[in-house]
């Protein structure tokens, strides 16, 4: 990071004003229109009564938020790292948070968790987070599926942040998606999607078979595969169901 970038960033927090990092810097400016978009995207899907479930919640930053909009709703949460799954279940007592990462099939396996960059870790460890930045360590998690979890709840909304597995997370959910057709919330970069052995066609495909068209979470969109594939810019994106 720039000098003058850390300066600004340090000078953003101090004031609590965001947008000032936003103002000098592509990237911050994207994260911020995409911050900006989820609240609104929340906003616009749930009501007071809905089930939101949100995969890969890390800290409930985006949990948060729906809880607040949804509070009559029953809501999932999944979070593989302990210590990091029982911070949230305590920060959240209404909601039912489960200690597990979610795939396409039930399973142990071996989860890399940075210790120092908690929100980094996955199934496959990312090569771009160093041991001396991360800080890992090797834990084995329970993986379920998004089917096996839901059972007949019916969710409006479905958040995966899972740091490049978002296929297998699709695969394990295709009856939910295609039975209750929430709107779905999901980050995908091709170079975490390719630690698994997969690609942003592939993606598309999953999701397009389901009866979804994508479009990046700040609205562009209907992506057709070629531009869902090309796109390097996009971190965050919207599924939304072709049909009710």
Request: aromatic share 8%.
């Given at each position: 990071?720039?000098?003058?970038r850390r300066a ?5 927090r ?21 911050e900006?978009?989820?609240g609104?995207?929340?906003?616009g899907?749930?009501?007071a ?23 009559r ?20 007592p ?5 200690r597990m990462a979610?795939?396409?099939r039930?399973?142990t396996?071996?989860?890399c968790?940075?210790r120092n ?24 998690v ?7 979890e839901v ?17 297998g997370v ?6 939910v998606?295609?039975r209750a ?6 980050e995908?970069?091709?170079?975490a999607a390719?630690?698994?052995?997969t690609?942003s066609?592939?993606l ?24 869902f594939?090309?796109s ?9 169901p072709?049909s009710?």
């Open positions: 990071m720039s000098l003058s600004v960033g340090a000078l953003a101090r004031l609590g004003r965001p947008e000032l990092t936003a103002a000098f810097f592509v990237d911050a400016r994207q994260a911020l229109r995409e900006v978009a989820i609104a995207v929340l906003a899907v749930l009501r009564d809905s089930t939101y479930v949100d995969v890969g919640a890390n800290r409930g930053q985006v949990l948060r938020e729906a809880v607040r909009l949804a509070p709703g029953r809501h999932l949460a999944f979070e593989p790292i302990p210590a990091v799954a029982d911070e949230l279940a305590q920060a959240f209404g909601v039912d948070c489960r979610l795939g396409a039930s399973e396996a071996r989860f968790h940075f960059l908690d929100g980094w870790s996955g199934l496959k460890r990312s090569p771009e987070i160093s041991d001396a930045r991360g800080a890992p360590e090797y834990i084995d329970t993986v379920s599926t998004l089917d096996a059972g007949e709840l019916t969710p409006r909304l479905v958040k995966i942040d899972v740091e490049g597995a978002e296929l699709i695969e394990g959910a295709r009856t998606l295609s057709k929430p709107v779905v919330i999901f995908h970069v091709a170079s390719s630690l698994y052995g690609s066609e592939d598309w495909d999953l999701l397009a078979g389901l009866g979804y068209e994508t479009f990046s979470l700040t609205g562009d969109g209907p992506f057709d595969r070629a531009a594939a090309r390097a810019t996009v971190v965050n994106w919207l599924a939304r072709t009710p």
